[in-house]
Structure formats: structure tokens, C-alpha cells
């Protein structure tokens, strides 16, 4: 993996939480690098899988198939991404209870 990909994808997730608060920016950093390595994996296995397919199909009897590896490995880190984002979006998103700020103004 080439490392100015890497750093560009991390900056490209610190920038989505950028209204996070520092420490837990900085505690999470892990994860936040984590997930920027599992993104470029899924891209670039979305790519290999264009070309060759998720499927292998028999050239003469359609209905004998073989999933290749490929599809198990796209299904492995979409999961994985899946998990570290949603830890990520629990701990650095910030909540915001608008409906509690128009009361605010009758206080």
C-alpha cells in the first residue's frame, strides 16, 4: 500500500470528524487508520472484482457456479469497515439535540 494513499484516506477521515474532540481524535487514531487501510482494501478488491467477477460460471452448464475467494475477502473487510466505522461515528460524532435549542430561546 503506498503510504501517501494511506495518509491521504486518514486525513480524508479525520476531516469527517473533524468536529470531534481532540483527545478521543487522538485516542481512536488506531481506528481511524484501521479503517483508512480497509477502505483502500475494499477499493481495490472492488476493482480486481470488476474484472474477474465475484462468481466463476461453467462454460457449458450455467447453473454450476463457485464463488470466488474474492467475494469472500470484499465481504470480509466491507465488515470489518462497517465495524470500525460505526465505533468511530459512536465516540466522534457530535450529537446535536436541535429540538432542545429552540426551547432554549423561551427560557
Do not use: F, G, R
Given at each position: 500500500m503506498q503510504n501517501q494513499e494511506l495518509a491521504e484516506e486518514i486525513q480524508r477521515l479525520k476531516t469527517e470528524f473533524a468536529s470531534a474532540d481532540e483527545y478521543k481524535l487522538k485516542v481512536l487514531e488506531a481506528l481511524i487508520e484501521q479503517a483508512a487501510h480497509e477502505r483502500i482494501y475494499l477499493r481495490r478488491l472492488n476493482e480486481q472484482a470488476i474484472i474477474t467477477g465475484l462468481v466463476k460460471i461453467h462454460p457449458t452448464n450455467?447453473?454450476?457456479?463457485?464463488?470466488?475467494?474474492?467475494?469472500?475477502?470484499?465481504?470480509?473487510?466491507?465488515?470489518?469497515?462497517?465495524?470500525?466505522?460505526?465505533?468511530?461515528?459512536?465516540?466522534?460524532?457530535?450529537?446535536?439535540?436541535?429540538?432542545?435549542?429552540?426551547?432554549?430561546?423561551?427560557?
Open positions: 450455467p447453473s454450476k457456479q463457485q464463488t470466488l475467494p474474492i467475494s469472500n475477502e470484499i465481504a470480509k473487510h466491507s465488515a470489518s469497515l462497517t465495524n470500525i466505522m460505526d465505533k468511530l461515528m459512536k465516540h466522534l460524532a457530535v450529537q446535536s439535540d436541535d429540538d432542545d435549542e429552540e426551547l432554549n430561546d423561551y427560557e
